[in-house]
């Protein structure tokens, strides 16, 4: 079982019994895929919100790298760049070497 499905699981009070002879008893050996369905349409709108969020907060945000130098994942399941380059601040300015790491944890380098 992993983290996050035990995590979301809900756990049955001790008083209730189990009883996997009842008809009425229906194991799903796959309940993650079943909350998937619910949880990834909520999670691409957080995306949105928060990507649109950004942009608006951070106008002059732009690429620190050429698009052919980005390395994507290559997960079976999930897709994603390996990291983002980015600055902000104008071009000329001296605080453009400013720039935003998505791999690990954010981090950001003041010039």
């Known amino acids: 079982m992993g983290l996050f499905s035990f995590l979301t699981r809900k756990a049955p009070s001790p008083r209730d019994p189990v009883n996997i002879a009842s008809p009425e008893f229906k194991a799903n050996p796959y309940p993650f895929y079943a909350r998937l369905r619910a949880e990834a349409p909520l999670a691409r709108l957080e995306g949105q919100i928060a990507i649109g969020t950004l942009l608006r907060r951070v106008p002059d945000l732009r690429l620190n790298v050429v698009s ?32 935003v790491s998505t791999s690990g944890i954010s981090s950001i380098r003041s010039a």
């Open 68 to 99: 052919d130098a980005l390395r994507w994942r290559s997960w079976l399941i999930l897709r994603g760049l390996e990291s983002l380059p980015v600055a902000f601040g104008k071009h000329g300015d001296k605080g453009a070497g400013q720039g």
